[in-house]
């Protein structure tokens, strides 16, 4: 059944985390919000070991940021490329990814994450309006957003991502007369990526917590007219 899967939620440390999100408090947020759909919740931070769980894990989650990578601390980047091919070795598998925000600008050493992620935030050209109450509308026939409605909540409003083209647009959010894409749904793997969630105040939002939750019932397999009806 897909609610007896295990979830596992990569939360920003070290290497990958900074100091503009609070990666522990996020991913609580996440973690509670996954656990109402009967799925087995584990919480790791992102010491280089922990991506060996991967094997044994349904939907991983990532909530982690760009970092900035201290050698003498957590290694460099060739100490990484063992666990940067175990997301590799997880996303050709089949297995599901959810990439949260910063997950757009994480994993500045990994070549092959925006090809998994479907996009990511290109530093110097995305950008973002400051935080406020938002607006994020549908933007695809598809059951993760079929019905939904617009989604608001207290967030960041990305803009200028880099989108592949393979994508499939989820979510957007106007600003300076423009639409930009914030959710999509990767052409080269099973994941979503997701653009809201700076803060915990974005998890206060219901139709935020709505969107997390068809998602992750998508992404594990859940039936079409489940995840609609989320």
Request: overall charge negative; aromatic content about 8%.
């Amino acid at each position: 059944m897909w609610h007896r899967k295990r979830v596992l939620v990569l939360a920003g440390r070290g290497r990958y985390e900074d100091p503009w999100h609070d990666h522990a408090a996020t991913s609580h947020a996440v973690a509670v919000e996954m656990a109402t759909l009967g799925v087995e919740v584990q919480i790791r931070s992102t010491f280089a070991g922990v991506f060996a769980l991967l094997d044994d894990v349904d939907l991983l989650v990532v909530n982690c940021g760009r970092g900035r990578p201290d050698p003498a601390f957590d290694g460099d980047d060739e100490q990484w490329q063992a666990a940067h091919a175990a997301i590799v070795r997880y996303a050709r598998s089949g297995r599901a990814i959810l990439g949260l925000h910063q997950a757009a600008n994480t994993f500045p050493d990994h070549p092959g994450w925006r090809g998994i992620l479907g996009g990511r935030w290109i530093p110097g050209h995305s950008t973002h309006p400051p935080q406020s109450v938002a607006t994020f509308t549908p933007a695809a026939a598809h059951p993760v957003v079929d019905g939904l409605g617009p989604v608001v909540a207290d967030d960041e409003q990305y803009c200028a991502l880099d989108v592949a083209e393979t994508s499939e647009i989820l979510l957007t959010t106007h600003h300076d007369g423009v639409d930009h894409p914030v959710a999509w749904l990767s052409g080269d793997a099973r994941a979503i990526y997701d653009g809201l969630g700076h803060g915990v105040e974005s998890y206060a939002s219901a139709s935020r917590r709505r969107l997390l939750r068809r998602e992750a019932m998508w992404l594990l397999g859940a039936p079409d007219d489940e995840v609609r009806a989320a």
